[in-house]
């Protein structure tokens, strides 16, 4: 459901080329994907990891890699949680296709650190239950977070509950984030990890440790579920800091 308080529209103006697309791929690709995933074993660890940090805090904060944006999509349609996408063209059908699973996105420019998108999810925390985040979106590197939610999560004071995904068949996506489209009837195994408290303080140290924990944390447990699907992944590039 979308809210007054927020801002679900992008002011980018685009070609008739993109709004034929805009208008066609979404429904497409969500009933593809659905169908698919209602052939698939799905198994759902450690979901009181969430329901517990919402039950202490009433909020929560999710924190996924881009490539598993779409099972997170599935696991919690109709929640009424909130996501966030750009106001590019990716970020225009990035929204819709959230739609389709009935959680909206609110928008803002990527550029400046993102503040326009942190801003809205701000907002959005105080609205709705939960709020997710792709770390590494929109433009990787993959599985390396970005600061903006270990800054959300300071500035709000709600915990952060990494969700990873793995999947036992899968075709791999020759776009940045290596995005897994589950084959019929593999099994997907969904796992949320032990909360993740905020931030004491949003300067740049401070924040850069805590960007550090959600990223280890989630890439291990990444690894632990991939170990045993077998989807085992290449090995990450190191990066250094921001």
Known sequence: MKLPELNYTTPVTFTRKQHLQLAI??????NLLKG?????????RHLERLTDVIAAHDHAILAIWHESA??????????NYHAASSYSF???????????FNVECVRGSSSKGGAEVLRQLEIALGLVECVGLTMDGPRGPRRY??????????RTGIPVVPLAVSVSRSWRLGTWDRMAIPKPFAKVLIDYAPAITPAESTDRDTIEVKRQEIQDTLNQLHVELEAETGD????????PAQ
Do not use: F, N
């Open 145 to 154: 977070a970005q600061p903006g939610l270990a800054i959300l999560s300071a």
């Open 36 to 44: 698919i995933l209602l052939t698939c074993r799905h198994e759902v």
């Open 25 to 30: 791929l979404p429904p497409v690709i969500v």
């Open 232 to 239: 085992v992944q290449p090995e990450l590039p190191v990066l």
């Open 70 to 79: 779409t099972y997170a999509l599935y696991k919690h349609v109709g929640s």
């Open 90 to 100: 990716d970020g225009e059908l990035a929204a819709r296709l959230t739609h389709g």
